[in-house]
């Protein structure tokens, strides 16, 4: 028998810790382990599917136009050869917020100074006990508006402070741009 310590792709510590479990389990056992150990890491995701991003690019709409603006933005990343993902407020995984260490969040106000409705899963979970601390975190926020309405970009700017708040890093300041912008003068 090969000696697993000289095979193994475990470290040392690691194989200290479960060689005595091993010596314990009768032959059932161990085939039953290997079984479920194959099946196990033939569910685990392929290196392609476990690639991390470089910017999690998030889109936070009420009428398409901050998903408009965050494609215009992935299609510009995609051409600097940039690894990103772009993903609806309210399609994004809490459990795994934040996936990416450069977090840029696209995010419209609506009614009063409100989030898109799209929107409110993550702003709630932001501001709640579970949120977590974001210190690895960088991100950069662009708010849109309109104008006409007193709370202007209100929604980008709760994200903005909030996202600072739990420790994230700004990369750049908030921008804030009117509903009828053009997209090249904010990129």
């Known amino acids: 028998m090969i000696s697993p310590t000289t095979t193994s792709p475990l470290s040392a510590p690691d194989w200290q810790h479960l060689q005595p479990l091993l010596d314990r389990l009768t032959p059932q056992q161990l085939n039953w382990l290997s079984a479920w150990c194959r099946e196990r890491a033939a569910a685990a995701p392929s290196a392609a599917e476990r690639e991390p991003v470089d910017i999690l690019l998030i889109a936070a709409s009420q009428t398409g136009n901050a998903r408009r603006v965050a494609e215009s933005l992935r299609d510009q990343l995609f051409s600097a050869q940039r690894a990103v993902r ?8 809490l459990t795994e917020f934040p996936e990416s260490p450069l977090v840029v969040l696209i995010c419209a106000t609506t009614g009063d100074g409100d989030a ?28 849109l508006g309109n104008r006409a309405y007193p709370q202007f970009c209100q929604a980008g700017k709760n994200f903005d402070n909030r996202l600072h708040a739990l420790g994230a890093q700004r990369i750049l300041a908030r921008a804030e741009a009117d509903s009828d ?7």
């Open 86 to 93: 772009l993903v609806n407020a309210g399609d994004l995984s």
């Open 181 to 187: 912008y053009c997209c090249g003068q904010v990129f």
């Open 116 to 143: 898109p409705e799209e929107a409110l899963p993550l702003f709630h979970f932001l501001h709640s006990v579970q949120a977590p601390s974001l210190t690895e975190i960088r991100y950069a926020v662009l708010a």
